[in-house]
């Protein structure tokens, strides 16, 4: 075997005496670290170990809280803020994010009063949007009826203790809904909740006729001559009260009627009896806006169908 010298005596590896390392040495291979000038020397064992260098350029100095490196404080654009407005109205349930795009191309979407045709355009917390001039929310609609039992009262909250039909619906979805109207405390029957805020103001205000029926149950029979009165419209608190029907249930005793009415005044059917001298014992309404009690117990609720929603908006 044949060696080479240099002129320092030390011996040259490899062909020609190049001084090339042999093996499958890789040149960007991770163990390889370039040290820096001003670094001492350190043992094998350190380099093994990944020690770094001590560096005598930066001497040691001792930091307080105060030098701490300050946060970077970013602040996004506002046009990437907020949720876009074709899944804003898409979320209200009005329609697809491809169709809310055709909507608000031809204007049919405004934001604070303005139309927005921009794709792309974002909105934000405290805006008010508008589809064909009706307000949405992005909050999924629900619509909750509840056959009411007895004893409970149609308020969110009761500071005397009392229970009350939100008790009974609390599990019925995740948004936060509201009745529809009211339900005195013995009175049972049909309640809706809803969080759709339209849709409620239609269904509570008179002008637009939304029909319920009650079955009242009284202390004794009553007579035809009253039965007519009450379909005449009485005057209650100084107040005509229109009437739509009155009738005696068929098939039971003359003391139960059943009676029509469109009217949102507190205790109005109670305040119409007492007027000629009965008492309601039992007050069940059996019909609320089209919907029905058929298969709903007393004290249960469930949801409203997607046609029978399309009815209340249609006011069938």
């Known amino acids: 075997m044949n060696t080479n010298k240099n002129s320092s005596g030390r011996r040259q590896q490899g062909q020609g005496g190049k001084g090339k390392p042999s093996g499958n040495f890789k040149a960007n291979s991770k163990r390889f670290t370039?040290?820096?000038?001003?670094?001492?020397?350190?043992?094998?064992?350190?380099?093994?170990?990944?020690?770094?260098?001590?560096?005598k350029s930066k001497p040691f100095k001792k930091t307080s809280a105060t030098d701490a490196p300050k946060k970077r404080v970013v602040t996004v654009p506002s046009n990437q803020t907020g949720i876009r407005l074709n899944k804003y109205i898409s979320n209200a349930g009005i329609c697809s994010r491809r169709d809310a795009d055709l909507y608000i191309e031809t204007g049919s979407a405004t934001v604070n009063g303005k139309?927005?045709?921009?794709?792309?355009?974002?909105?934000?917390?405290?805006?008010?949007?508008?589809?064909?001039?009706v307000l949405i929310s992005p909050e999924t609609k629900r619509y909750v009826l509840l056959n009411k039992p007895k004893n409970y009262i149609t308020t969110m909250e009761d500071e005397r203790g009392r229970k009350t039909v939100m008790e009974i619906v609390d599990k019925a979805c995740k948004e936060r809904i509201y009745p529809v109207g009211r339900l005195d405390r013995d009175t049972t029957g049909l309640l809706l909740f809803t969080n759709d805020g339209e849709l409620a103001k239609t269904l509570t205000h008179p002008k637009h006729n939304k029909r319920k029926l009650y079955h009242a149950t009284l202390d004794h029979k009553v007579s035809l001559k009253h039965l007519q009165?009450?379909?005449?419209?009485p005057v209650i608190d100084e107040?005509?009260?229109?009437?739509?029907?009155?009738?005696?249930?068929?098939g039971q005793s003359k003391n139960e009627?059943?009676?029509?009415?469109?009217?949102?005044?507190?205790?109005?059917?109670?305040?119409?009896?007492?007027?000629?001298?009965?008492?309601?014992?039992?007050?069940?309404?059996v019909i609320f806006a089209g919907l029905t009690k058929k298969d709903l117990p007393r004290g249960h609720y469930r949801h409203l169908t997607p046609q029978e929603v399309i009815n209340l908006k249609n006011g069938l």
Do not use: C
């Open 115 to 133: 139309v927005i045709t921009e794709m792309g355009y974002r909105v934000q917390p405290t805006d008010e949007v508008r589809f064909d001039n």
């Open 34 to 55: 370039k040290r820096p000038a001003t670094a001492t020397t350190e043992s094998d064992e350190e380099v093994k170990k990944g020690a770094k260098p001590f560096s």
């Open 229 to 233: 009165s009450i379909a005449d419209g």
């Open 257 to 285: 009627v059943g009676i029509e009415i469109h009217s949102g005044r507190n205790r109005i059917v109670r305040k119409i009896f007492a007027h000629f001298g009965y008492t309601v014992v039992k007050l069940d309404r």
């Open 239 to 250: 107040k005509k009260v229109w009437v739509d029907d009155v009738a005696y249930v068929q």
